[in-house]
C-alpha cells in the first residue's frame, strides 16, 4: 500500500482513482476544481479529499494527475497551490494528461530541481478502459522512478511501457493519435463506399474484419457508426486538441503527417455541423450529410 494523490476527476480521473483505492489498496487522497466531484469520488470510494493541489500532494509517495491539457497542467503543478509546492523529495508524480512533450520536459526539469521525480503516462483506452481498470500507458521519464510507479499505475492498467526520457510517453501517444485518425477516416470512407456500392454493411465488415483490414476500431465502432449513432467513446473536440499536439510537434520535428492535417481539418466540420461532443467516428456523418 502506497500513499497516493490524484488530481482530477474526469471521465477518466474518478474511475482510475478508484481503482487506486478499490483495486490497488492504496490510501488515497482526490482533488477536483468541482468540490462536489471530488466528495461524490470520496463518498464512493471511502476516500479523502483536500481542497489544493499543493494540500493533496503533501506527504505522498506518488501524485497522480489527469486534467485537460498543458494550461491546467502548469496549473495544478506549479501555479498558486499548485501540488509541486507540496511534494516530499523521492516522490513521483505520474501526469496521465495527453498534453505536449514540451511542458513534460519542462516539468520533469522542474521537479528534478525539488528532490522529486516525474513521469508523463498519458493512457489510451478512453473512459471504458478506464472504469474497467484497462488502459494502455505511455511512459516517459528516468528507469527508477518508473520501477517504482508501474505498480501502482497497475491497478487501472492493462499495458505499462516506458519508452523512454522525459517526453516519450506523450510523443508515443502522439503515434496512437495519429494512426486512430487515419484509421477512421479510412473505416468511415469504407462503410460510406459500401453503401453507395449497394452491400450489406453487415456482411461485408464480418468477412473483411477476418483479413488485413481487420482493427480495434473496426471491431467496436462500425455498428454503431453504421447506425448513424456517434456517443460511444472519445469527443471530437478532444480528438482535435490531440491533433493539434501532434501537428505542432511535426513543425518542431520536420514530420510530414498530410493524412492527420486532413483528419483534422475533416473533424473541424464536424463541429460545425454540431458534433463537437459527438465520438470520434462520426467522421462518417461528414460523408452521409
Excluded at 477536483?32 to 461524490?40: D, G, I, L, V
Excluded at 489510451?124 to 511512459?139: D, H, P, R, Y
Excluded at 499495458?159 to 494512426?179: D, P, R, Y
Aim: glycine fraction near 12%; include cysteine; charged fraction near 20%.
Amino acid at each position: 500500500m502506497a500513499k497516493v494523490a490524484f488530481l482530477g476527476l474526469g471521465v477518466m480521473g474518478f474511475p482510475m482513482a478508484g481503482h487506486l483505492m478499490a483495486k490497488g489498496g492504496h490510501d488515497v487522497t482526490v482533488f477536483n476544481r468541482s468540490t462536489a466531484k471530488a466528495q461524490a469520488w470520496a463518498e464512493k470510494f471511502r476516500g479523502k479529499t483536500a481542497s489544493t493541489p499543493q494540500a493533496a500532494a503533501e506527504g505522498q509517495d506518488f501524485v497522480m494527475c489527469c486534467v485537460g491539457n498543458d494550461h491546467d497542467l502548469r496549473a495544478v503543478t506549479t501555479g498558486a497551490g499548485g501540488a509541486f509546492a507540496g511534494m516530499k523529495a523521492g516522490a513521483v508524480f505520474v501526469d496521465h494528461t495527453t498534453a505536449s512533450a514540451e511542458v513534460a520536459r519542462e516539468l520533469d526539469a522542474e521537479a528534478a530541481k525539488r528532490g522529486f521525480n516525474f513521469i508523463d503516462a498519458p493512457v489510451s483506452g478512453g473512459q471504458a478502459g478506464a472504469e474497467n481498470g484497462a488502459l494502455t500507458v505511455m511512459c516517459g521519464g528516468s528507469p527508477d522512478a518508473y520501477a517504482k510507479a508501474e505498480p501502482v499505475i497497475a491497478a487501472y492498467a492493462r499495458m505499462c511501457k516506458l519508452l523512454g526520457t522525459a517526453g516519450s510517453g506523450q510523443l508515443t501517444k502522439m503515434v496512437n493519435q495519429i494512426c486512430i485518425a487515419g484509421l477512421v477516416e479510412g473505416l468511415s470512407e469504407g462503410i460510406h463506399f459500401a453503401k453507395k456500392a449497394g452491400l450489406d454493411v453487415h456482411a461485408v465488415i464480418d468477412t473483411i474484419s477476418k483479413g488485413a483490414a481487420q482493427s480495434w476500431q473496426m471491431e467496436n465502432r462500425y455498428k454503431t457508426m453504421n447506425d448513424g449513432k456517434f456517443d460511444f467513446g472519445f469527443a471530437v473536440e478532444w480528438m482535435r486538441k490531440d491533433l493539434s499536439i501532434c501537428l505542432a510537434e511535426a513543425r518542431r520535428n520536420g514530420a510530414s503527417l498530410p493524412v492527420t492535417a486532413l483528419c483534422d481539418a475533416f473533424y473541424a466540420e464536424v463541429e460545425k455541423m454540431g458534433g463537437k461532443r459527438w465520438d470520434t467516428s462520426s467522421l462518417l456523418a461528414r460523408l452521409e450529410r
